[in-house]
C-alpha cells in the first residue's frame, strides 16, 4: 500500500513556487514516479465554462478538450464528485485515451467554490483504485490546492 502521508509530507516539499503551472506539472511528475501501477496522469484545466482543458500530464498524448458532460472527468467536474472506476469498459461514457487504462481515479480541484479543474489517474490494473488511494490521492489534492496560487 502506497504510504500517502509521506507522499504528502514529500510533495509539500517539492511544491516550493505557488504557480500553478509548475505544481501541477510537479505533482504529476511525483506520483507517476511514486504511485504504482499508472500509466496516465494529468490534470485537466476548466479553462473555459464547462470545458476541461488538457494540462501537464505523464504519460501517452490524451485526448483534449473534455466538455463537463462527457467522461469519467466530465462525471467529476460536473457533480464536484470524485470518480472511482475499476473497469473503465464497464462505463458507456468512458472517453479512452491509451487502450491500456483499465481503472481510473478522477478528482475535482475545487479552489474557493470554483471547480479549477480535476486530476485523472489511470491504470492498466483493473481495480487498481481502493478506498485508501481515493482517500489518499484526495489528500494531495488537498496539499496541491493550499500550495498554489490558481491566477491564470
Ligand atoms: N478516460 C477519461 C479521459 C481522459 S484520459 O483517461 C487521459 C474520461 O473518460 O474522462
Known amino acids: 500500500m502506497t504510504n ?7 510533495l509539500d516539499a517539492l511544491l516550493d513556487t505557488t504557480d500553478w503551472l509548475t505544481n ?17 496522469v494529468g490534470f485537466y484545466v476548466q479553462r473555459e465554462p464547462g470545458v476541461l482543458h488538457l494540462g501537464p500530464f505523464q504519460g501517452k498524448p490524451a485526448c483534449h478538450p473534455i466538455p ?7 462525471a467529476a467536474a460536473r457533480t464536484r464528485q470524485t470518480q472511482r472506476v475499476d473497469d473503465v469498459h464497464a ?7 491509451d487502450s491500456a487504462s483499465q481503472a481510473e481515479l478522477v478528482v475535482p480541484v475545487v479552489v474557493d467554490g ?3 479543474g480535476v486530476l485523472d489517474l489511470d491504470s ?8 485508501e488511494d481515493q482517500a489518499g490521492i484526495e489528500a494531495l489534492v488537498d496539499i496541491f490546492v493550499a500550495s498554489t496560487t490558481f491566477n491564470d
Open 124 to 131: 492498466p490494473v483493473p481495480g487498481r483504485f481502493a478506498a
Open 91 to 97: 462505463i458507456a461514457d468512458h472517453i479512452a485515451c
Open 24 to 40: 501541477s506539472a510537479q505533482t504529476c511528475a511525483m506520483l507517476v514516479q511514486e504511485v504504482p501501477d499508472l500509466n496516465w
Open 114 to 116: 470554483r471547480l479549477w
Open 68 to 74: 463537463f458532460d462527457k467522461g469519467v472527468c466530465g
Open 4 to 10: 500517502y502521508a509521506l507522499l504528502g509530507r514529500q
